[in-house]
């Protein structure tokens, strides 16, 4: 079974402190997406990356940058945390076009942020 | 542009009652279909999927789906509902073969004894 874990499942950082979301999947998946989730909102898209090295946007970027230096491992970053970004964050990822599984996410456990 | 709306954020139901459900669509371009379950402080679980083929999708747990796409509707529903059918559902769509999914707002079941 494809595993995606998330390092962190709960973390309080006070206002204005950089805050790093670590996410590892272990089935060679291209694609990794980051999302966010608020009650009564749903799920919704801040970033994915088709590949090493690059990255799109989703519907709600701002904020919040990523990086994906290797394959398996997709960071999300708050370069200034604020308080309306308290939330929980879900890391999934998927196989490329064509590929078992394609368009079929897998996610992490989540993460918890609280910001002070 | 696509989105995706949950017609009820919650649903109480005593147990071993039917449940269904509700999630309509609206999309420019052929779409999968997705339900995923949420038990509380976990990720999210694949139910079901609809990629193609049979309306009619049978999921994990005794769950299933059906496609309808005159009504851009795919509601869940399960015969019987047990306690542990307590969770937050989530329907979604990917259009395409983007592996982009767009989540609806979620529908909380609450099953009581």
């Known amino acids: 079974d494809v595993k995606v874990t998330q390092s962190s499942r709960y973390l309080v950082k006070r206002t204005g402190e950089k805050v790093f979301l670590e996410c590892v999947q272990d089935m060679d998946h291209e694609n990794m997406f980051w999302y966010r989730q608020d009650p009564g909102l749903g799920l919704r898209l801040i970033y994915f990356s088709y590949d090493v090295k690059m990255k799109e946007k989703g519907d709600i970027p701002e904020g919040y940058s990523v990086s994906r230096e290797k394959k398996e491992r997709f960071s999300l970053i708050l370069e200034s945390a604020s308080t309306n970004q308290t939330s929980m964050y879900l890391c999934a990822s998927t196989g490329g076009s064509g590929s078992p599984g394609a368009n079929v996410l897998t996610f992490g456990a989540g993460s918890r942020l609280t910001v002070l | 542009a696509q989105s995706v709306t949950q017609l009820d954020s919650q649903v109480p139901v005593f147990e071993e009652a039917p449940v269904e459900l509700r999630c309509n669509y609206s999309?420019?371009?052929?779409?999968?279909l997705f339900w995923y379950v949420q038990y509380p402080n976990q990720g999210l679980q694949l139910l079901l999927k609809y990629l193609s083929g049979s309306t009619l999708v049978k999921g994990i747990n005794g769950f299933e789906a059906e496609f309808n796409k005159s009504q851009t509707s795919f509601h869940l529903r399960k015969p019987s509902v047990h306690i542990s059918d307590t969770a937050e559902y989530f329907c979604?769509?990917?259009?395409?073969?983007?592996?982009?999914?767009?989540f609806g707002q979620g529908t909380t079941l609450q099953v009581k004894p």
């Open positions: 979604a769509v990917c259009p395409g073969n983007t592996g982009k999914l767009i």
């Open positions: 999309s420019s371009v052929s779409v999968y």
